[in-house]
T-cell receptor, first 120, second 111 residues
Framework: GAVVSQHPSWVICKSGTSVKIECRSLDFQATTMFWYRQFPKQSLMLMATSNEGSKATYEQGVEKDKFLINHASLTLSTLTVTSAHPEDSSFYICSARDPEWDRSLNQPQHFGDGTRLSIL | LAKTTQPISMDSYEGQEVNITCSHNNIATNDYITWYQQFPSQGPRFIIQ???TKVTNEVASLFIPADRKSSTLSLPRVSLSDTAVYYCLVGGRTGGFKTIFGAGTRLFVKA
């Protein structure tokens, strides 16, 4: 249980293209999902918190017009990198909490396997 | 959110027990301590979580002293496949479950 799926796992596109990444909770409903970015040999950096039915909350320094987040249902959040440039090339990871997953714990996040974005 | 500090890297040999300590001096009363493992080009995977004292599951143990300002992840008898980056995170309901990743510890297990 508690599986989070990301799609696509890998995408290469030209500079100026907009790219959409999907994050799905496969067997649970997630009112909150998180989006991270990770550069090579570095840790994960939280970009934004995606809330179902409301606007996402962005971390300081993350351009909300650049990284559009939509959380239209309890099982799907999308991240769109608009007008992507080579500096946006990175590994993007989403996570979600399953409120029903082992109530004895403090609802740890379950992560997708990431999307590697390469902008040429 | 409490900041965490871990050793940048550790080396070990197969079959040894590995202990990775994390400092979190500013942990809040309602915060939990969670450890994740990450392999290259994959998302982090949950290992173990605790609030105080000792927690054990099928893959690891987590030791938390009474003041909760640190925690130690213990991996018994590591194998080559345990080579990964290990992250200690602190957070909980009060912070909206938002988690800030520290630098993590890169564990390298040698034959």
């Amino acid at each position: 249980g508690a599986v989070v799926s990301q799609h696509p796992s890998w995408v290469i596109c030209k500079s100026g293209t907009s790219v959409k990444i999907e994050c799905r909770s496969l067997d649970f409903q997630a009112t909150t999902m998180f989006w991270y970015r990770q550069f090579p040999k570095q840790s994960l950096m939280l970009m934004a918190t995606s809330n179902e039915g409301s606007k996402a909350t962005y971390e300081q320094g993350v351009e909300k017009d650049k990284f559009l987040i939509n959380h239209a249902s309890l099982t799907l959040s999308t991240l769109t990198v608009t007008s992507a440039h080579p500096e946006d090339s990175s590994f993007y990871i989403c996570s979600a909490r399953d409120p029903e997953w082992d109530r004895s714990l403090n609802q740890p996040q379950h992560f997708g396997d990431g999307t590697r974005l390469s902008i040429l | 959110l409490a900041k965490t500090t871990q050793p940048i890297s550790m080396d070990s040999y197969e079959g040894q027990e590995v202990n990775i300590t994390c400092s979190h001096n500013n942990i809040a009363t309602n915060d939990y301590i969670t450890w994740y493992q990450q392999f290259p080009s994959q998302g982090p995977r949950f290992i173990i979580q605790g609030y105080k004292t000792k927690v054990t599951n099928e893959v690891a143990s987590l030791f938390i002293p009474a003041d909760r300002k640190s925690s130690t992840l213990s991996l018994p008898r590591v194998s080559l496949s345990d080579t990964a980056v290990y992250y200690c995170l602190v957070g909980g309901r009060t912070g909206g479950f938002k988690t800030i990743f520290g630098a993590g510890t890169r564990l390298f297990v040698k034959a």
